[in-house]
C-alpha cells in the first residue's frame, strides 16, 4: 500500500528507464502512416470554446439552451441551493419527446428519415420519417396513458435492437413517464432488482431476440423475474415477433398490435427540467445496481450541443451509433442526441463481424450514406482480426463516410493506426461514463480537430474541469499518472443523483475527493493538456510496488503483428504480490507457432517497459470475455487466475468464454496455489 504522501507517478507505472520527459516513446510515437490532414490547432476553435465555458460556465450553458424548445425558460440556469446536489435550469418547463420529434416535424423535417432500423439478423430494413416516428409515439404514449400510466410513473423496457424499443423510450418521454432500458436476454435476477428498485407500472418487452445462429427467448426471461421480484408491474406489453411466439399472461400481459390499435395519439406533456427523464442501472460494488438518473432540461441542452461541436454533425446528416440502447451510448446516441440535433439515426441489431461478415458495418455505412460512424474499439478489433487488409472496406463506397468516434474502453493506438490507415478519415478516440452521459474528453470534431495522438482521448470537453489527482486529493503535474476526478459542479446532462440513493450517490462519487466526482479511471494529462486514460483504478497492477497500468502493457501487447486484441490482468504472486498475466487474441490468418509469438510478446513488454513489469506469461486464446458493449471483463479473469470464487457477469455477451479462458488459464498453469511465484 501506498504511504500518504508518495509520489505516484505515471513514470512509476509504466517503465523505470529514463526517458527524458519520462513519457514511453511508445505512447507518443507519430503515426506509422499519417491520417487525413487534419486542422491546425491554430485553425482551431476548442482553446476558445473552452475558455469561454470556464470563464462563464452558466452564461455558455444559457446560450446553449437557446437552441432548444422550452415552453418557459428556466429561473436559475444552475441551481446550487442544495449543493453537491446540483440541478440546472430549475424553472424551466420542456419535453424532450417535443424535442426529439415534433420540433421537427413542424420546423420541415416532417419526411426526413429519423430512424434507419437495418437488421441484417431479420433481413429486414425500415425508415421511419419523423412525421411516421411521430405518429407511432404519440399512439403508443396514448396507450400508456390509457393504462393508468401517467408522469412519474416508471416503466421498463426489456426489449432487443427493434424500432418498438425506440418508440417507448419516446412514448414515455411524452407523457413524463420515467422509462428504464434493461438489456433484452439479461438474467432473470438482474431483471428482478432492476423491478424491485425502479417498481415499474408497465414492463414493456419482446418475444424474443435474434442472435447469429440462435433465438434468444425474452418471456420465460421476464416471467421468472417477475415471479422473483417483490414488486409486481399491473401490466406487461409484449412484441410478439414472428421469429418466437410467446405466451401470454391472462390478466397481465397485451399484445403491443392490440395495445397500439385501442390507443388514440395524444400531445406531449410539460415537464419541469428537472424532472427525470430516465433510469439506466449500472453495476454495484454492493450487488445492488445503481441507478443513473437523467433529467430532462440539463440531457437536452447538453446532447444537443454535442452533436454539432464534439461530434460535427449538421442537422440532416446521418450519424450511426452502433451501440445497444440497453448502454448510455444507445439512450444519448441512437436515440436522444441524433433526434434532438435533426439528424438521421441508424438502429443497427446485428454485429460487426458474423453478420454476415467483416464488411457489415462498411455495407451499412455505404447504403445508409452514414456521415459519423461511433463504436467501441473491441468492434474494430474484431474486425481487423478477420479483415486486417481491410479487403472488405474496398468492396464499398465510403466516399460520404467523414469521421469515426471511438468509445467504450481505451483504443490502443494499433487499433487507431490500423482503422485511420485503413480508412483514410480522422480517427478519435473519447472518453466518457455512463454517469456523465455525453463526453468528458475527445477530439472534438465540430470545433476543429487537433492533432490526433494515438492512446489520447484527447482534450477535456467543454463544461467537464478535468484534474489528475494523487490519493490524498492533490492535483499532480503533467506527465505523472494518478486517479482522474472532475470538479464540481459536473455540467448538464451528468447525473444529478442516484434513483432514490443520495447517500449512495455521495458514497460511490463524492466523499473520496470532497469538491470532485471522482470517475475510479487512472491516468494523466500530458504538458499539451491531453488526456490520457490508462485503466480503472481497480485495474492497476502492483508489482512488487511498481504500479503498472493495464493499458500501457495492453498497448504494447497490440503492437505486435499477428495480435488483434488482448487484454493483461494482475495475477496473485506469493514473492511479487502481483505479476502481469497477458490474453491474446490472434489475427484470423496467423498460422505460426503460439510459443514463438508468446516469446515475442514477452520480449517486447521487457524491452518496451522494462523488467519491472516482471511479464514473464502469455497466452493464446480464441476470444476475450467482454460486455455487450465490448467492454474486457478483466475483473473476471483475474479471479479466475486467482482461484476465486467469482459470478458470471450479467452484462457478458457469451458466457461460453468464461469455460474457454478457464481451460487456456489452466493450461499455463493457473490458478497457482497460495499465489505460487513464477519465478
Known amino acids: ?52 465555458w470556464l470563464t462563464n460556465p452558466e452564461q455558455f450553458w444559457a446560450e446553449a439552451a437557446e437552441a432548444v424548445h422550452w415552453y418557459r425558460k428556466w429561473d436559475q440556469v444552475l441551481d446550487s441551493s442544495h449543493a453537491p446536489f446540483y440541478r440546472w435550469f430549475s424553472g ?11 420540433v421537427h416535424v413542424e420546423g420541415g423535417r416532417a419526411d426526413q428519415p429519423a430512424l434507419i432500423y437495418d437488421s441484417p439478423v431479420t433481413g429486414a430494413i425500415k425508415t421511419y420519417t419523423y412525421r411516421s416516428l411521430l405518429d407511432e409515439v404519440a399512439r403508443f404514449a396514448g396507450g400508456l396513458l390509457a393504462r393508468g ?47 424491485n428498485d425502479a417498481t415499474p407500472k408497465l414492463i414493456i418487452s419482446a418475444s424474443c431476440g435474434i442472435e447469429p445462429g440462435r433465438i434468444v ?39 403491443w398490435f392490440d395495445f397500439v390499435a385501442q390507443a388514440q395519439p395524444v400531445d406531449c406533456v410539460p415537464l419541469a427540467a428537472t424532472d427525470p427523464l430516465y433510469i439506466l442501472y449500472t453495476s454495484g460494488t454492493t450487488g445492488i445496481p445503481k441507478g443513473v438518473v437523467r433529467d430532462n432540461g440539463g440531457h437536452l441542452v447538453a446532447l444537443n450541443w454535442t452533436m454539432k461541436h464534439v461530434y460535427g454533425v449538421e442537422p440532416g446528416e446521418v450519424f450511426w451509433s452502433a451501440s445497444d440502447l440497453g448502454w448510455a451510448v444507445g439512450h444519448s446516441y441512437i436515440v436522444y442526441g441524433p433526434l434532438f440535433h435533426g439528424n438521421t439515426t441508424v438502429l443497427y441489431e446485428g454485429k460487426p463481424v458474423g453478420t454476415p461478415d467483416a464488411g457489415a ?14 463504436t467501441a474499439p473491441t468492434a474494430f478489433r474484431a474486425i481487423k482480426r478477420e479483415d486486417h487488409r481491410g479487403e472488405h472496406m474496398r468492396r464499398y463506397n465510403l466516399s460520404h463516410f467523414r469521421t469515426l468516434f471511438l468509445a467504450g474502453e481505451r483504443c490502443d493506438p494499433d487499433t487507431l493506426e490500423w482503422a485511420s490507415e485503413r480508412l483514410g478519415v480522422p480517427v478519435i478516440d473519447h472518453w466518457w461514463q455512463t454517469e456523465t452521459g455525453w463526453p468528458v474528453g475527445a477530439n472534438c470534431a465540430g470545433l476543429g480537430l487537433l492533432p490526433v495522438k494515438p492512446g489520447s482521448c484527447g482534450k477535456p470537453v467543454p463544461g467537464y474541469d478535468v484534474r489528475v489527482l494523487d490519493d490524498d486529493g492533490r492535483e499532480v503535474p503533467a506527465d505523472q499518472i494518478g486517479n482522474i476526478a472532475i470538479k464540481l459542479p459536473l455540467p448538464p446532462g451528468c447525473l444529478p443523483t442516484l434513483w432514490n440513493n443520495d447517500t449512495g450517490y ?9 469538491g470532485y466526482y471522482k470517475t475510479a479511471d487512472a491516468g494523466y494529462k500530458d504538458e499539451d493538456g491531453y488526456l490520457w486514460i490508462m485503466s480503472r483504478t481497480d485495474d492497476i497492477i502492483n508489482v512488487a510496488g511498481h504500479r503498472l497500468s493495464t493499458g500501457a502493457l495492453e498497448e504494447v501487447l497490440s503492437a505486435h503483428a499477428d495480435v488483434a486484441e488482448c487484454a493483461v490482468v494482475g495475477a496473485a504472486d506469493e514473492l511479487k504480490g502481483e505479476v502481469p498475466l497477458g490474453l491474446v487474441v490472434l489475427k484470423a490468418d496467423v498460422s505460426r507457432p503460439h510459443e514463438e509469438i508468446t516469446a515475442e510478446l514477452i520480449r517486447m513488454v521487457r524491452e518496451r517497459i522494462g523488467p519491472v513489469a516482471s511479464f514473464k506469461v502469455a497466452a493464446v486464446v480464441s476470444r476475450l470475455p467482454k460486455t455487450r458493449s465490448g467492454k474486457i471483463v478483466r475483473g473476471t479473469i483475474k479471479k479466475m487466475a486467482d482461484g476465486i470464487q467469482y459470478e458470471v457477469p450479467p452484462t457478458i455477451d457469451d458466457p461460453a468464454i468464461l469455460d474457454e479462458i478457464r481451460v487456456e488459464l489452466e493450461a499455463i498453469g493457473y490458478p497457482r496455489g497460495n499465489g505460487q511465484s513464477e519465478r
Request: with cysteine; hydrophobic share 40%; glycine share 6%.
Open 92 to 102: 424551466g418547463i420542456v419535453n424532450s419527446c417535443y424535442n426529439a420529434l415534433d
Open 506 to 514: 455521495r458514497e460511490s462519487y463524492l466523499n473520496t475527493y470532497p
Open 149 to 195: 400510466v401517467k408522469t412519474g410513473d416508471r416503466v421498463i423496457i426489456y426489449m432487443p435492437m427493434v424500432p418498438e424499443a425506440v418508440i417507448a423510450m419516446l412514448a414515455c418521454a411524452r407523457i413524463g413517464a420515467v422509462h428504464s432500458v434493461v438489456f433484452g436476454g439479461f438474467a432473470s435476477r438482474e431483471l428482478a432488482t432492476r423491478i
Open 1 to 52: 500500500m501506498r504511504r500518504s504522501g508518495q509520489r505516484l507517478s505515471r513514470h512509476a507505472l509504466t517503465t523505470t528507464s529514463d526517458c527524458g520527459t519520462g513519457v514511453p516513446p511508445w505512447i507518443t510515437r507519430k503515426m506509422r502512416v499519417p491520417p487525413v490532414p487534419l486542422r491546425d490547432s491554430m485553425n482551431s476553435s476548442y482553446e476558445a470554446m473552452y475558455n469561454r
Open 361 to 374: 458495418f462498411w455495407r451499412v455505412a455505404s447504403q445508409h450514406k452514414v456521415r459519423v460512424l461511433f
Open 217 to 255: 427467448p425474452y418471456k420465460p426471461l421476464l416471467d421468472k423475474a417477475i415471479e422473483m421480484a417483490q414488486v409486481k408491474p399491473e401490466r406487461c406489453v409484449v412484441l410478439q415477433r414472428p421469429q418466437e411466439k410467446a405466451t401470454m399472461v391472462a390478466g397481465r400481459d397485451l399484445d
